[in-house]
């Protein structure tokens, strides 16, 4: 499925997932958490697909949660996306390799810390 704010690419057996936010740092926004959570239950349910990598695009892998979305009106669907993109994460059934190509702050550190395996850029 194509994504607006992830890229997702097939080699061989290893799924690679780019978080495709490099003007905001790839800022876990709300839609992109949703986007991780859609796009890892298809690579979790594909047979061909043995693990999956996740990177950032451009110099910074991840700088956190969007905190331009920390308004009250929108504190629901935050909460929402955030439980829903962590439970992914925690219970992903394949191996879940962070290339954490540059800075992880925060949530960025966080997704990190949910992949089995990190490998960092210096």
């Excluded at 690679?16 to 800022?27: D, Q």
């Excluded at 669907?77 to 993109?85: F, G, M, P």
């Amino acid at each position: 499925m194509p994504y607006e704010l992830l890229l997702c690419d097939r080699r061989d057996k290893v799924a690679v997932v780019t978080l495709n936010r490099a003007e905001k740092r790839n800022a876990l926004s709300i839609a992109l958490r949703n986007e991780i959570d859609e796009c890892l239950q298809e690579l979790e349910a594909d047979d061909a697909v043995s693990a999956v990598v996740i990177s950032g695009a451009g110099p910074v892998f991840c700088a956190g949660f969007d905190t331009a979305e920390f308004a009250p009106d929108k504190m629901q669907a935050v909460e929402e996306s955030s439980n829903r993109y962590h439970r992914r994460l925690a219970g992903f059934a394949k191996p879940l390799v962070a290339a954490v190509n540059g800075p992880a702050m925060g949530g960025g550190l966080d997704l990190a810390v949910l992949c089995d395996i990190r490998v960092a850029a210096e």
